[in-house]
């Protein structure tokens, strides 16, 4: 078994990040298998060195350990280009140029009936979709969307995965996505950002894939977004590991922590005496 905690180093690691890593540890161990640690630093504009020292510090601390060196995305980008590039050849991706704005302004348009929101947001109403792929080669610099019905057509088979623990209406088991929901529901994702390059979930199902990652087992939050990652997989002929969602930590009045909830930092519990087992019985772990 190898599981993974990929963490962003945007900011301090919570409450939240250390039960996500503390079961990623826990299961690799107790099946004999590793626990990998990724740097997510994907986001140049906002991943600092000092966020990534800090959270291995706290892993360590919490008495974690993973093979080093550990990958860091940012080291990768080549991989995440050939993918875009894959894509492109395929017709799956177009250039779209709207700002939120014009997104938001396009919904609300009398004949488009409520929006819906995907796991990015609005689904996208396909302003800058092309009646037939883009010719010709991949515009640099430019965001990029996954067309979806073409890719759920290229794929030709439901997007399916294991679930072993459960999405936020409780689904769990053998989850299938027909096509048709994926573009209800979905809709052209963006996958590569001007300026930024690939997105999270196209490098994520190549870094799980190159890892030989076995088991996802990440926060509940990430649950609709795993079909995109399944779907991406089943195109780029990459294995589509068993994915385990846990629940997410919260704070007294039920809201999710987040990366500026400094209060549950574990640098400030570090800071004020607590020990690596109060840290996971505050997790009930
Ligand atoms: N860096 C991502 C996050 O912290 C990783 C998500 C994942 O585990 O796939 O949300």
């Not at 690939?198 to 939050?221: F, K, S």
Request: charged letters at 30%; one cysteine or more.
């Amino acid at each position: 078994m190898i599981t993974r905690f990929a963490p962003s180093p945007t900011g301090p690691l919570h409450l939240g990040h250390a039960y996500s890593a503390l079961l990623n540890h826990d299961r690799a161990k107790a099946a004999g298998g590793t626990f990998l640690l990724r740097v997510d630093d994907l986001d140049q504009s906002r991943a600092r060195p000092e966020w990534e020292a800090q959270l291995k510090d706290d892993l360590r601390w919490l008495g974690l350990d993973w093979p080093e060196p550990c990958r860091r995305e940012s080291e990768h980008l080549g991989a995440y280009e050939a993918a875009l590039d894959r894509l492109w050849d395929m017709g799956l991706l177009y250039p779209c140029h709207c700002t939120r704005r014009d997104i938001r302004d396009a919904l609300s348009a009398p004949q488009e009936g409520a929006p819906v929101s995907g796991p990015d947001g609005l689904v996208y109403p396909g302003t800058c979709r092309p009646a037939a792929p883009p010719t010709g080669p991949r515009p640099e610099d430019t965001t990029l969307r996954l067309d979806m019905a073409r890719a759920c057509a290229a794929l030709a088979r439901p997007v399916k995965f294991e679930e072993t623990g459960a999405g936020p209406d409780g689904q769990t088991g053998s989850i299938e996505t027909a096509a048709q929901d994926m573009v209800a529901t979905i809709g052209d994702v963006v996958l590569a950002r001007r300026e930024m390059g690939a997105a999270y979930h196209l490098a994520v199902v190549i870094d799980d894939a190159v890892q030989g990652v076995t088991e996802v087992i990440r926060g509940r939050d990430l649950f609709e977004a795993t079909r995109i990652h399944v779907l991406l997989q089943g195109l780029l002929e990459l294995p589509t590991p068993r994915y385990h969602h846990h629940r997410l930590i919260r704070d007294e009045t039920g809201k999710r922590l987040a990366k500026r909830d400094d209060a549950r930092a574990i640098a400030l519990y570090r800071s004020e005496g607590r020990t690596p087992r109060e840290i996971r019985d505050m997790v009930s772990l």
